[in-house]
């Protein structure tokens, strides 16, 4: 019975046996989920609104200047305050602003510039919010275990993605976007709810200088020394800038492909799907030694992808590569986190992350526009297939640093560890 019970365990990823990040990553499925809910319902209501690809992207836009302009006010925080009770102050901002989404959305006084301010309030909470919880993970689970455990903490966004659009695209066929939001309101409790569960041990408050320059620059130093680190945002940002297609499945769905809101949710499903499968293969499997490679050849799946999805004019074969894409993505970013947590100190960590949130956030978000942009002076499939190029191009570019293509998270790992 002993022998068989140690196999069970040891099917079970090593970050879930511990009891705070099971609750944690419960928590924050179920708030990732609400968001995507909004996030669809968002976009849709917007181009029901306008009919323009152009004010979608606008939408990107109005996420990505708070991302960016305050991405480093979040990490000096998340090292300067108890980031567990930092991440409940933002959940409780994120549950307001669907609430009223809800209300004029049901008063029938919804307008663009409404949806505008929305988008930017909840990137404001979450771009304060995603480097405390960045910097949590590292806290919850042993060193072993860290790799499961953020690939897990990527897992959640797959799940999040798959099952949000795919419950929006419900929501707006039989009722409409308010459901949505209400939806999004009620699941923010979740996160709040675990995260107040929650027996952590205090921070460490060594080497922190609180909300200060003087703790900026810190963080700034200690990023100048880590060359790999730094290529990484350069090569996440570069990526998701040029290959982001998100702002024109909306168009694909109801102007190209056909498919209505009910496949619009499948389309943003499909590159959940993908991501989802690839970071729980990454959270059962292990690390790979040449993880610099395999960073790169993720990205380069990526674009790929992604210049086929552009030409797709069949709905399977559209989601086939935006699961291609997400897997790529996915890989790619499970192995970029860990090298940046195993890299960076406890004391950084908060700083590092927002640091790297402005690429990872701000790429997307600002690729939304840009698409929207290039989709509206050009067109849609112009606008997907010259990004993926993009994207395969800053791989390229990246790739000829011999410190990334070389890197072996496992060695370093072993020396930190040892």
Request: with cysteine.
């Amino acid at each position: 019975m002993a022998e068989h019970a140690g196999e069970a365990v040891g099917l079970v990823p090593a970050a879930l046996r511990s009891r705070d990040f099971r609750l944690f990553w419960g928590g924050v499925v179920l708030s990732g989920l609400g968001s995507q809910v909004t996030t669809v319902a968002m976009v849709w209501q917007m181009y029901a609104l306008t009919n323009s690809a152009w004010q979608i992207g606008l939408l990107g836009l109005a996420r990505a200047v708070p991302q960016i302009a305050l991405a480093l006010l979040g990490g000096l925080m998340a090292d300067a305050m108890e980031r567990r009770r930092l991440m409940m102050g933002t959940q409780i901002a994120q549950l307001l602003v669907p609430v009223a989404l809800a209300g004029v959305t049901l008063a029938h006084a919804v307008a663009p510039s409404a949806l505008y301010v929305a988008s930017a309030l909840l990137a404001l909470a979450g771009t304060l919010e995603t480097p405390a919880r960045q910097a949590l993970v590292p806290t919850l689970v042993p060193r072993a275990a860290l790799t499961s455990a953020i690939a897990l903490h990527s897992a959640q966004r797959g799940l999040s993605d798959i099952l949000g659009p795919a419950l929006a695209g419900l929501l707006l066929t039989v009722t409409g976007p308010a459901w949505c939001y209400t939806l999004n309101a009620g699941v923010c409790l979740t996160l709040l709810i675990a995260l107040g569960r929650m027996r952590i041990a205090p921070q460490v408050p060594n080497g922190r200088g609180g909300v200060s320059l003087q703790a900026l620059r810190d963080g700034m130093v200690f990023l100048a020394t880590q060359p790999v680190i730094v290529a990484f945002m350069v090569l996440d940002f570069g990526a998701t800038f040029f290959g982001s297609s998100r702002a024109l499945l909306p168009v694909y769905a109801r102007d190209l492909l056909h498919v209505g809101p009910a496949g619009l949710g499948m389309l943003y499903a499909a590159s959940a799907v993908g991501a989802l499968l690839a970071a729980t293969a990454m959270g059962l499997a292990p690390t790979p030694r040449r993880s610099g490679h395999w960073v790169l050849v993720a990205v380069a799946v990526y674009g790929v992808c992604t210049m086929v999805f552009a030409v797709s004019t069949a709905f399977w074969l559209a989601r086939l590569m935006l699961a291609g894409a997400g897997a790529g993505n996915m890989v790619g970013g499970v192995l970029r986190n860990t090298i940046n947590q195993v890299l960076t100190p406890d004391h950084f960590r908060g700083r590092v992350a927002a640091v790297n949130s402005i690429f990872t956030m701000g790429g997307p978000q600002l690729g939304q526009f840009e698409s929207g942009v290039v989709a509206a002076l050009w067109s849609p499939a112009a606008s997907a297939l010259t990004g993926g190029l993009g994207a395969l191009l800053v791989v390229w570019g990246v790739a000829m640093v011999p410190k990334v293509r070389h890197f072996r998270l496992t060695d370093d790992v072993m020396q930190r560890t040892g």
